[in-house]
């Protein structure tokens, strides 16, 4: 089964990490920068967790496995 909420939050981490990706160590603000999208990855990864555990009113997501 296929579910378009957990397809956008995944779409949304994958973008997150190609972005975090790009960021080159060598940048001198690439740390902070860095810093900024773990934290957005992990509130990130936070919401996907909830979908698959009762984002459909309260019950899992039926697409959860594919996650
Ligand atoms: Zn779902």
Aim: glycine share 4%; charged share 30%.
């Amino acid at each position: 089964m296929n579910c378009q909420v957990k397809d956008e939050l995944v779409s949304r981490l994958i973008a997150l990490n190609n972005k975090l990706n790009l960021l080159s160590p060598d940048l001198v603000y690439g740390d902070e920068e860095r810093a900024e999208v773990q934290q957005q990855r992990e509130s990130l990864y936070a919401e996907i967790k909830h979908h698959r555990a009762k984002g459909h009113e309260g019950k899992p997501c039926p697409a959860a496995r594919q996650v």
